[in-house]
């Protein structure tokens, strides 16, 4: 809802990024909060040490989960396409970029394009299987995906897989010297002219860069010709191809940007976890980006940036106060209840919980709740337009 | 015969496996056909199917590991007796239909307290439940007395698995199902994936987190006196004494084993767990088989499933099937976990969930929608499982080989063997 007095009077006014004087003070606001941010931290190099390194990294870790929870509005939000591989395709990236950098020395402004391309065109390999027929296949094929892909890195047998290939000399040698590491691949820092990525201020920044480059991305895919194409594939695909819209290529293409973006998050957690484990992309993680969306607000821009902070504020404080209240009082009452068991059953009980009270409550998310909230402020003090 | 080689395997191998595929095959069709009845009556893809089996393998586990207390008896037998007097009500399309007397809206709380008292009044006092009171009595009285017998574990067991399992199923749907009637499909499998985390935190809340094996198939454990030398007698020799007992861990019963040492050079070996398994999985397949196609609950299930609002407006009350329907495939799920947790791996929350994923594989090669295709493509997934088990590894066979027959699927047969193709109107 637009404010009071403003007007949109040709197009461009209303498909700008920045519309209002308010919104061009809040874009800058918060851009220089978070540029400037980390200078004040030990390693800023301003000699203050008020921002504590800490919340820097959670920091970097919310923003690889954003950029792989845009990648999933575009595509369930704006697409209403469903993925349960969000985390297998964020391991190819991983693994893609691990590789280049770690055995061609490559730059990673060389190899996170690369690693999101292999990620999205694994995607369509996948996507193409079930996008082809209506109804929600995609999660079916995903799920696929998510079970093959790490399958496929974790137990990669370089002797058995070369072997067929001895005729052809470059392919035997590039699949006898691919090395996955097994169950655990160390990763090596991120490198751009020579220069290593080693400290926290340097994780924060890259990531940083990463997340405003794929938002501004998204926000552009959106207004244009392919986002409103996919919003008519969302809300009604039989009248969309009526209007003479393809979907099926316009499925396509959401799944495949939704991989690139699963990519690039992917090859920027290898970089800064340093290492990459089964454990860390397993089909829970994906189940977790879903929910991040959708208690989020899938279908809004605001929707992944809110998901991912309730999720960071969920995990870093409320299942704590939660573990501090059952130890204390509930394991006296129920007492059935090991108290041994409680730091592992409280995630996924929460994460469970929250996500049906959202579902059943507030389907649309938290960005919807915003927006209605912006509006009665905007209406203020009438209650109806 | 005996030395014929198939790609580095002898026959007797690929024999044995495909044998054993066809067993596990057995339980995978029951979980299949599980996900095929939800996804036909409240047109969701459950996700939480192996959550469910976990739980109702979990109830199984602790009457039958743990015993019965007096007033866990007498809970099982009364609801025996519940479930005896639901039978019989439920027979004939009547019960799942909407009677005119209790139709339309009623004003007022002493008024629609009043409605709901003689509705009560009238059930209570028809004469189907008179008679229904009957044998749910007698089967409550042999029920208790079954349960008090010093070697009816498995029975008490199965007895708080299925209660407990319809509970959690009838549960379930009210309060996670229910309310999203009518909300995008999409909304629908997000739910089951929550619910799927609900139960893994309530279940790990409770029991923790370690596997818990099913001891059907044991050996009655050994118990091997510890003695220590106490003094010597007046000839010289030592005395023993028994302080206590080792009890040594149970050791597997040996398997079922056919002659066939002419024809391929070794014995076929049949485990118990997975040829009782088979057995018991078939037979609950045929029993809900028979269910859904011959008796007039089963009609009014099959009414739902074709179209929600053409059953509404004949008269069925829906809601009610369809907490019929989560009651009877939760009691599914549950009898397919304990199957499992009977096996090697137990009763594991890694395993079990991680099982019924790999049966949508086997759901969707054999249609979404047919309950043939479930039978079908489980046991082919279970043969594909063990064969590459047998020719690439174990976690190939998990992790890999069904899910290449479900991209395999989707790329040429989208609707399944069995399965019905959508048309889609405007």
């Known amino acids: ?385 | 015969m005996s030395d014929v080689n198939i790609i580095g395997q002898s026959l007797f191998n690929i024999i044995q496996f495909t044998v054993w595929g066809i067993l596990s095959g057995g339980i995978y069709a029951l979980v299949a056909l599980g996900i095929v009845i939800i996804n036909k009556a409240s047109g969701v893809f459950n996700f939480a199917h192996g959550w469910l089996m976990f739980i109702g393998g979990l109830f199984f586990w602790q009457v039958f590991q743990n015993g019965a207390s007096d007033q866990v008896t007498a809970g099982l037998s009364l609801a025996t007796a519940f479930l005896v007097i639901g039978g019989v009500m439920s027979m004939g399309i009547g019960a799942v239909a909407v009677r005119p007397e209790t139709s339309g809206t009623t004003e007022g709380w002493q008024a629609r307290l009043e409605k709901i008292g003689r509705k009560w009044l009238t059930t209570l006092t028809s004469r189907r439940f008179l008679i229904a009171l009957i044998p749910a009595l007698v089967a409550a009285v042999v029920m208790a007395f079954l349960l008090n017998q010093e070697d009816s574990k498995i029975l008490r067991g199965a007895m708080a698995g299925i209660v407990g399992s319809i509970l959690i199923g009838m549960f379930v749907e009210r309060f996670t199902i229910r309310p999203l009637l009518g909300q995008p499909l999409l909304t629908a499998i997000l739910m089951t994936l929550a619910i799927g985390f609900i139960i893994q935190g309530a279940t790990q809340l409770i029991w923790g987190a370690d596997e818990r094996p099913i001891p059907v198939f044991v050996e009655e454990s050994e118990k091997k006196p510890i003695s220590v030398p106490t003094g010597i007698d007046e000839n010289g020799n030592t005395i023993y004494t028994v302080i206590g007992y080792d009890i040594l861990p149970p050791r597997a019963l040996p398997d079922y084993q056919v002659d066939t040492e002419s024809a391929l050079g070794e014995s076929l070996r049949f485990p118990r767990n997975l040829t009782w398994g088979f057995a018991i999985a078939i037979a609950t397949f045929l029993a809900f088989v028979w269910l859904f196609q011959y008796t007039s609950i089963g009609l009014a299930m099959r009414a739902t499933a074709e179209n929600q609002v053409l059953a509404e407006s004949v008269g069925l009350r829906v809601r009610l099937i369809l907490a019929i329907v989560w009651g009877t495939v939760a009691v599914m799920a549950g009898i397919a976990g304990v199957i499992q947790g009977t096996g090697g791996s137990g009763l594991s929350a890694l395993v079990i969930p991680a099982l019924a994923l790999r049966v949508f594989p086997a759901v969707l090669l054999g249609g979404m929608d047919s309950v043939t295709g479930a039978l079908v493509g489980g046991v082919i997934i279970g043969i594909v499982e063990q064969l590459s088990i047998l020719f690439i590894s174990t976690t190939a066979a998990q992790e890999f080989a069904p899910f290449i027959v479900l991209i395999t699927v989707l790329y040429f047969k989208p609707t399944g063997l069995f399965g019905q193709k959508r048309i889609d109107r405007v």
Not at chain 1, 51 to 68: A, D, H, K, M, Q
Not at chain 1, 165 to 177: A, E, M, Q, T
Not at chain 1, 342 to 355: C, K, N, R, Y
């Open chain 1, 1 to 385: 809802m637009r404010p009071s007095g403003i007007y949109d009077v040709n197009y461009i006014q209303d498909q700008a990024l920045v519309r209002t004087r308010v919104d061009l003070f809040w874009v800058v606001f918060f851009l220089v909060l978070l540029i400037a941010m980390p200078l004040l931290s030990s390693q800023g190099g301003l000699g203050a040490s008020i921002v504590p390194l800490r919340l820097l990294s959670i920091l970097t870790t919310g923003g690889i989960y954003l950029i792989s929870v845009t990648g999933l509005n575009i595509l369930l939000g704006y697409n209403g396409q469903i993925s349960l591989g969000q985390a297998a395709f964020m391991m190819v990236g991983a693994y893609t970029s691990a590789l280049l950098v770690r055995d061609s020395g490559l730059s990673i402004v060389f190899a996170l394009p690369i690693a999101a391309i292999v990620s999205g065109v694994l995607g369509i390999l996948f996507g193409l299987s079930a996008l082809r027929v209506k109804g929600f296949y995609l999660a079916m094929a995903t799920l696929g995906a998510q079970f093959m892909i790490p399958w496929a890195f974790t137990s990669y047998d370089a002797e058995k897989i070369s072997r067929p290939f001895k005729s052809i000399g470059f392919l035997h040698d590039f699949f006898r010297n691919l090395d996955f590491g097994g169950s655990e691949m160390i990763v090596p820092n991120a490198r751009i002219l020579g220069e290593e990525f080693t400290t926290t201020l340097d994780k924060y920044y890259i990531v940083l860069f990463f997340v405003i480059f794929t938002w501004i991305a998204a926000r552009n895919l959106l207004r244009s010709r392919v986002g409103r194409a996919w919003i008519s594939i969302r809300d009604n695909d039989l009248a969309a191809e009526q209007l003479g819209i393809n979907v099926f290529q316009y499925k396509m293409m959401a799944f495949f940007v939704c991989a690139v973006y699963a990519g690039i998050a992917g090859s920027l957690k290898a970089h800064i976890d340093g290492n990459i484990t089964k454990d860390a992309y397993n089909i829970e993680v994906s189940i977790r980006l879903l929910a991040m969306l959708v208690i989020g607000g899938a279908g809004f821009a605001l929707g992944p940036t809110f998901g991912v902070g309730f999720f960071l504020f969920m995990d870093r404080y409320i299942v704590h106060w939660l573990r501090d209240l059952f130890e204390r009082r509930i394991v006296e009452v129920l007492t059935f209840i090991n108290p041994a068991n409680v730091p592992g059953a409280l995630p996924p009980l929460l994460l469970g919980m929250l996500l049906a009270l959202f579902l059943i409550y507030q389907p649309r998310g938290i960005a919807y709740r915003w927006a209605i909230l912006q509006a009665a402020w905007r209406l203020r003090p009438f209650t109806k337009v």
